[in-house]
C-alpha cells in the first residue's frame, strides 16, 4: 500500500509539470504557424514556452525555405537562434520588427502583462517596441483576469548603484517589499544581460489597479532601468490549455 501510495504521488507531482510543457509547446507552435510568413523580421523571446517556437520556426524554415530574420531578447535568444541555424540580425539593420512572439509571467484580459521573472526584461521591452505585433505564448495558468492576480511580483531592472534608493522609494511611496533578486548560486545579485539588477516587487494584494499610472511613476525614479511591467503592447495571445487546446485572445 506504501508503495503503491508513493507512486501514486510520484505520478501526482510529475502529471502537472508534463501538461504544463505540452501546453506551452501548442500555444508557442501555434502562433509560429499563425504569425510566420516568408520574408519578415521576427523578434524571438526569452524563457522556456519560446524553446519550442523556435524549434517550430527552424523547422518551417527548413521546409519551405523561408528567410526570415530573427531578432533576440536576450543572451539567451541569440544562442536559440544561433544553434537552431537560423539568421541572426540586430535592431542596428532592422529597427521595424513584423512580429515579435514572446512569453510572460502573467496576462490580463487586455493583455496586459508581468515579465521579467525569467531575468529579461529590458532587450524584451526594446523589441516589442520596435514590433508592429508583439504575441504572447503561454501555458493556461499564465492568463488571468488581471495583472497580480497570480503572479504576485513586479520585477524592475535597476542601475546597481541605485538599487538601495530605489527600494527606498518605492516601499514608501507604494508600499510592498522589494527583494534584490540573487544569482541561483545566491553568491551575489542577478546580473541582467545588461550588467544591471533586479529588484522583485512583491506585496499583499494588488499593489494598484492603475498599472499604467503606476508603472509612469516607476520609471521616473532615477536608476530605474526598465520595468516587467507591458502595459498596452501585445496585440495577441496564445494559451496552451490543459485538455491540448490552444485559447487564442486578442
Ligand atoms: C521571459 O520569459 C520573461 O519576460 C518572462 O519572465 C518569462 C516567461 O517565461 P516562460 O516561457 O518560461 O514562462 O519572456
Known sequence: KYTFNLIRLFSQVNQPKMSLESAKRIAAER????????????????????????????????????????????????HLILDNGLTLGELDKNPVLDVAIDGADECDIELNCIKGGGGCLLQEKIVASCAKNLIIVADHTKNSQYLTERYKKIPIEVSPIAYVPI??????????????????????????DNGNFILDW?????????????????????????????????????????????????
Open 31 to 78: 502562433a509560429i504557424d499563425n504569425h510566420v510568413k516568408d520574408n519578415i523580421v521576427l523578434g524571438i523571446g526569452s524563457g522556456s514556452t519560446i524553446v519550442y517556437g523556435v524549434q517550430r520556426l527552424a523547422e518551417r524554415v527548413r521546409n519551405e525555405n523561408l528567410n526570415i530574420i530573427c531578432i533576440p531578447t536576450s543572451f539567451q535568444a541569440k
Open 167 to 192: 527600494k527606498t522609494r518605492i516601499e514608501s511611496l507604494f508600499g510592498g517589499d522589494l527583494k534584490l533578486r540573487m544569482g541561483v548560486a545566491k553568491a551575489g545579485p542577478c546580473v541582467t
Open 202 to 250: 512583491f506585496f499583499e494584494g494588488s499593489p494598484t489597479t492603475d498599472f499604467d499610472g503606476i508603472n509612469r511613476e516607476i520609471m521616473m525614479i532615477p536608476g530605474v532601468v526598465d520595468t516587467g511591467l507591458f502595459i498596452g503592447m501585445a496585440r495577441k495571445a496564445y494559451y496552451g490549455m490543459a485538455d491540448g487546446s490552444v485559447l487564442e485572445k486578442e
